[in-house]
């Protein structure tokens, strides 16, 4: 692997470290967009706004739409800086990352100059809604249906797990406008991008709760709701390719990804040495924690030889769907060890006055569950690698009688 680093990713990575230590400490203590405290939502959009105004928010967006056109390398440069300083992180992400260049590639210049500027400054929050309960996994089987009537759509049918749909001003949605396509056994075809005005009537969001009791995911239920032909994105038919369009830019995001599991590792030592300090001299504890610490460290050599697939000009396979499986693993093992180490203060629940950190550790022990199913479900992920990776033989279906 050759990670060497140019003049130009060493000015990248200086330019992006001096503005991340002079501006992230104002931003302390902002927190997801679904907190409840509106002034920490509010503290960040006021933190993508100051990475706007420098350039940061979008860093693979054309320079001339506020971007910087960044390299792959600079990709990494980018998650390794960004998960060590711990900052707020976007809040805007589905724009930024998924629909803003979705925009770019497909879009009319009335769409772009409608929707790319204040997906940037964080004054419109983006949704997307892809899956179905019928097409989760396999989402080219979607049928909520839209109809074209005159200059509007009439769209019926159901999302689900549309994250911060509730939070949203404007989503990106994938409608099928070809009914029959499924009968015919051409269920890539007949589906069309649309953007969705999320205050349209007719469009109705639900919340999903999850085991914390909070709520960041939803169902959107479309009653006749009629959008206008011309927030369709790229043409009808086309829906696929736009959807697709957005895997282009390989998800060199996780390179961060051990960064942070390292991060949260020495966090989880730090608090049991506060408040259980005796649990760090048990065997099995330490067994545990050095477990664990190798499982990051195989996460960052995974990324590594991801990136160096990508530097080569190759596909990062199968080594991103390996680095999923990582991450539903460490996500989930990193959380029961905290509440383990920390005893029965592991317990406290948040807004408890003895919590540790206000919950923050037994939050995530049930959190975390929901890895095994986010960005692609553990079983099967497992089946795809077994199939196309290993070239597992398959088990012959018994015949029926």
Request: charged content about 25%; glycine content about 8%; aromatic content about 8%.
């Amino acid at each position: 692997m050759d990670f060497s680093i140019t003049p130009e990713d060493e000015v990248f990575r200086k330019e992006l470290r001096e503005f991340l230590e002079s501006n992230a400490a104002d931003f302390e203590g902002a927190e997801y967009p679904d907190d409840p405290l509106p002034h920490k939502w509010s503290k960040r959009r006021a933190w993508q706004r100051r990475m706007h105004e420098h350039h940061w928010a979008a860093i693979n967006w054309p320079k001339e739409r506020g971007g910087r056109e960044a390299t792959i390398m600079q990709n990494f440069i980018y998650s390794e800086e960004t998960a060590r300083s711990q900052t707020p992180g976007i809040i805007n992400a589905v724009g930024i990352w998924h629909v803003g260049p979705m925009i770019i590639k497909w879009g009319t210049d009335e769409q772009k100059a409608l929707w790319l500027d204040r997906i940037l400054s964080a004054e419109d929050i983006w949704c997307q809604g892809f899956s179905e309960p019928e097409a989760g996994s396999d989402l080219a089987n979607l049928n909520t249906l839209a109809v074209r009537d005159g200059d509007h759509y009439v769209v019926n049918g159901q999302k689900t797990w549309c994250t911060t749909a509730h939070l949203a001003d404007w989503g990106l949605f994938l409608l099928r406008t070809d009914p029959g396509a499924l009968a015919r056994g051409e269920k890539h075809a007949g589906i069309t991008a649309f953007v969705v005005d999320m205050h349209t009537p007719g469009v109705e969001v639900r919340p999903i709760p999850d085991l914390t009791g909070e709520h960041d995911f939803n169902d959107v239920f479309f009653t006749d709701a009629r959008i206008p032909v011309e927030h369709r994105l790229g043409g009808e038919g086309e829906g696929w390719l736009v959807a697709m369009g957005t895997l282009e830019h390989e998800r060199v995001g996780t390179a961060g990804l051990s960064i942070q599991l390292a991060e949260e590792l020495k966090a989880i030592i730090a608090t049991a040495r506060q408040h259980n300090p005796a649990a760090l001299d048990e065997p099995d504890f330490r067994d545990r924690i050095a477990r664990a610490f190798t499982q990051v460290e195989l996460t960052r050599l995974l990324n590594a030889r991801a990136l160096s697939k990508i530097l080569k000009g190759g596909k990062t396979w199968p080594e991103v769907p390996l680095a999923k499986l990582q991450w539903s693993y460490l996500s989930q093992t990193l959380a029961e060890l905290n509440v383990d180490l920390l005893g029965q203060d592991g317990l406290l629940w948040k807004g408890g006055p003895d919590a540790v950190d206000d919950g923050k550790w037994s939050r995530l022990y049930p959190y975390q569950r929901y890895t095994s199913i986010g960005a692609g479900t553990t079983e099967v992920q497992k089946n795809v690698l077994a199939d196309r990776a290993l070239k597992m033989a398959k088990k012959p279906r018994e015949q029926k009688g």
